[in-house]
């Protein structure tokens, strides 16, 4: 074991051991109704009468007469069913993890990096600037999470596990909170690509990786437990930063009203990082998605349109130097942190004209001497709840493209759909107008700054209503070309053109057809490398042993899909995990393993591989995969989806928090995305798809929806984890919108009685 790694274990299970807190047992089973009789619910401060409808999966759907009273009654709600997770989402956000962990070496690090993004800057000028219907709303939501705090019987499992003490939620908070949901995708890439600079052909490799141009979870190179990979875990595992997205047009579902699908990709964890819910009042019908925490809805419908949406990767930020900058123009910042078990410090963030200087961050690899800032469209103010607000209450095409205007972060492709029959889509963020010249390196020249003095919205980059096609799909790809750069590192393409090929196959779409698309397990990119690793390997058959040939011949016909019950997809996976390391230099891997799925680039090299090399690495891929298949029986029996608890890694309790070991279907660039290292055996998913909706806009009832676990975040309640096998056999429930439907299917109320 590493040195740094045991420290890291070693003061964990120290600080872990140190407070009887940590060792508080989970909470006792709670069935629905045990649940529901927790929320505080008389004596409110609302103007009327509010009813909260409830079905069997504990999903709340608020009627109420006034919107005042609908976002305090969403706030409150929140609170009921994920407390917990918004204390450690706000600590997290606020760079206040050690008052939760301790005094741990990597989480200082860690937490170091954050204080130095500053997620917060521009919270409080945000919300001085919302309009007055936003803030009203927003500062009724407060108040209800805030309501029930106070007034809870009973405090979340977080609470004593962490040292949690009951602290008053301000509205800024919340704006800050949705940053930490929408940080830079690019930082990932950063964090993966710095150790490579150290490389004499870094400019060859960086022009490389600038012309694949893609970004998607590693498979090869990312093992290792460092702050750096750390730091990129903890972010890309709470950030929106992938999924799927599709609409279809009427012309193609005959309804005369589009449909919609939408699958976010986020970390793999328990309590899910949606919450569902619906609100019926004067202004707002609407139901779906929502980030704990966050009040309106991120991927839904209203009663006139529907919405989803992709990461689009672009470039909102960027690194430059200033190690020349005039000392003068460096100010420095002191700033408290407070330490579970032990003495409080500060850390020292320097700021530049340009931005803070994030090479100061030990999580942050950089070569000797080496000062950079970051640049972030994020540090811009920019009232994402506002046009989401707006979103939300939008009819038609044209107010939903408008209200898109002020939206920056995170950059989205947003997908739409109406009970017209049209669909779109619109290129969603701010970007600094820079010029369309690729980057010569990482780290920019300070003069490059000056493309950050004018700022182009989504007007000026692409939309589209109603293409010839019939519908839109996005996966975080590549989009339309722009007078801007978009960004530089995309996902690989396999998702975004499996979604067409299947889309226009089909004359008629139903609802049904597009629950099987959001499942559907077909890798372009391991067809790719399957057919040129067989091909190369034909060219001389008889060296191979009758082992070797009893595992090329179960790699030949495999059909390129990921299903749990496949044998083909272990055979190739495990040969792989054996043959690309042997096979092509370790920093190739890296750079293009860090920007996508490495098999497009590597098969186009298997042809003309040395013959000895490709000989000692054949060997070594075919004897893990025999391995591997005596082990393995099928592709789910390697590849689990195991369903834990945040807190699962935690030394000696952490057992506690693991609920379900299972077979996963998918892989890293299936549209059932299930992300994972390369591995010739047992391993978990970590990341991928852990919700979804579907709506026919044709029914305002016609809309289901299923998350990864429950939509409670009460440790051992009946709806924490009760989704877990619908979602894992593409099964989903119908939320309606029509409030005489959710009177007449949603069994529980809770009745909110003003004072």
């Not at 005042?68 to 009921?80: C, K, N």
């Not at 060859?204 to 290792?224: D, H, R, V, Y």
């Not at 975004?496 to 959001?518: F, H, N, P, W, Y």
Request: overall charge neutral; charged content about 20%; aromatic content about 8%.
């Amino acid at each position: 074991m590493p040195p740094t790694v045991r420290v890291f274990l070693t003061l964990t299970l120290a600080t872990a051991l140190a407070s009887c807190a940590v060792l508080t047992p989970l909470p006792e089973p709670r069935s629905l109704d045990q649940r529901l009789a927790m929320i505080p619910a008389t004596a409110l401060p609302v103007q009327g009468p509010v009813t909260v409808w409830w079905n069997e999966h504990q999903v709340p759907f608020i009627e109420a007469t006034t919107d005042r009273d609908a976002a305090f009654a969403l706030g409150l709600v929140h609170a009921h069913l994920r407390l917990g997770q918004m204390e450690v989402m706000r600590r997290v956000s606020q760079a206040r993890i050690s008052e939760m962990a301790g005094p741990i070496p990597q989480v200082a690090d860690i937490e170091h990096a954050l204080r130095i993004l500053d997620l917060g800057k521009t919270s409080a000028t945000v919300y001085a600037s919302m309009p007055a219907d936003t803030k009203a709303w927003l500062d009724a939501f407060v108040e209800g999470v805030n309501h029930y705090q106070a007034n809870a019987k009973e405090l979340p499992h977080e609470y004593a596990l962490l040292g949690l003490e009951k602290e008053p939620w301000r509205a800024e908070e919340i704006l800050t909170i949705g940053r930490l949901a929408s940080i830079d995708v690019s930082w990932l890439v950063w964090i993966r690509l710095m150790p490579l600079r150290e490389r004499e052909d870094w400019p060859k490799l960086w022009a490389q990786i600038l012309e694949e141009g893609t970004a998607s979870a590693p498979s090869f190179a990312w093992n290792q437990r460092t702050a750096a990979n750390e730091l990129s875990r903890l972010l890309s595992t709470m950030s929106r930063n992938g999924s799927n997205s599709m609409a279809v047009a009427a012309s193609k579902t005959g309804t005369g009203a589009a449909m919609i699908a939408s699958d976010p990709h986020l970390g793999i964890s328990l309590p899910n990082l949606w919450v569902l819910a619906g609100v019926k009042s004067p202004s707002y019908n609407m139901v779906g998605f929502m980030v704990p925490g966050v009040p309106f809805v991120a991927v839904g419908r209203n009663e006139h349109i529907a919405w989803g949406g992709t990461n689009m990767r672009s470039a909102g930020s960027d690194l430059f130097d200033v190690s020349k900058l005039p000392r003068d123009q460096i100010k420095e910042r002191i700033v408290p942190v407070k330490k579970r078990w032990w003495f409080d410090s500060e850390i020292t963030v320097r700021d530049t004209p340009v931005g803070p200087i994030l090479s100061d961050a030990a999580a942050v690899p950089k070569r000797e001497g080496e000062e950079f800032a970051l640049r972030w469209i994020g540090h811009n103010p920019s009232d994402e709840f506002t046009a989401m607000l707006k979103v939300n209450r939008a009819r038609n095409w044209d107010e939903f493209r408008t209200a898109l205007e002020a939206f920056s972060i995170s950059p989205q492709n947003f997908v739409y759909a109406d009970v017209k029959g049209n669909v779109g889509q619109v290129t969603a963020t701010h970007l600094p107008k820079r010029s369309k010249d690729l980057p010569a390196d990482l780290i920019r020249p300070l003069g490059d700054a000056a493309a950050w003095d004018q700022i182009v919205t989504s007007r000026d980059l692409p939309q589209v209503l109603n293409p010839q096609s019939g519908f839109v799909a996005s996966a975080n790809n590549r989009g339309a070309d722009a007078a801007v750069p978009i960004g530089y590192f995309f996902s690989a393409d396999d998702r975004v053109t499996r979604m067409q090929e299947l889309l226009g196959s089909m004359t008629r779409v139903t609802a049904t057809d597009l629950k099987r698309i959001q499942m559907d397990t077909y890798s372009s990119s391991s067809v790719l490398m399957r057919d040129a690793f067989v091909a190369r390997v034909k060219k001389n058959p008889a060296a191979l042993t009758p082992t070797q040939s009893a595992v090329v011949a179960a790699i030949e016909p495999w059909n390129g899909r990921y299903d749990r019950d496949s044998k083909g997809a272990v055979a190739f996976e495990a040969a792989m995990k054996g043959f690309v390391p042997a096979a092509f230099p370790e920093h190739e891997i890296m750079a293009f393993d860090a920007t996508g799925s490495p098999y497009p680039r590597l098969a186009a090299q298997l042809a003309t591989l040395d013959p000895a090399k490709f000989d000692a690495a054949l060997t070594a891929g075919l004897t893990a995969a025999d391995e591997a298949m005596k082990a393995y029986s099928t592709w789910g029996d390697m590849h689990r989806m195991v369903v834990q608890g945040q807190f699962a890694a935690i030394p000696v309790i952490g057992s506690r928090y693991v609920f379900d070991d299972v077979p996963a279907a998918g892989s890293s660039e299936t549209l059932l995305k299930t992300d994972h290292d390369s591995s010739a055996e047992r391993h978990a998913t970590r990341y991928g798809a852990q919700a979804r909706h579907v709506s026919d806009l044709s029914n305002p009832d016609a809309n289901w929806f299923v998350m990864l676990g429950g939509n409670d975040g009460w440790f051992n309640s009946s709806t924490f984890r009760d989704q877990v096998d619908a979602f894992q056999n593409g099964k989903s429930f119908q939320v309606p919108l029509q409030i005489e439907t959710v009177r007449k299917t949603f069994k529980h109320k809770t009745l909110l009685a003003p004072k």
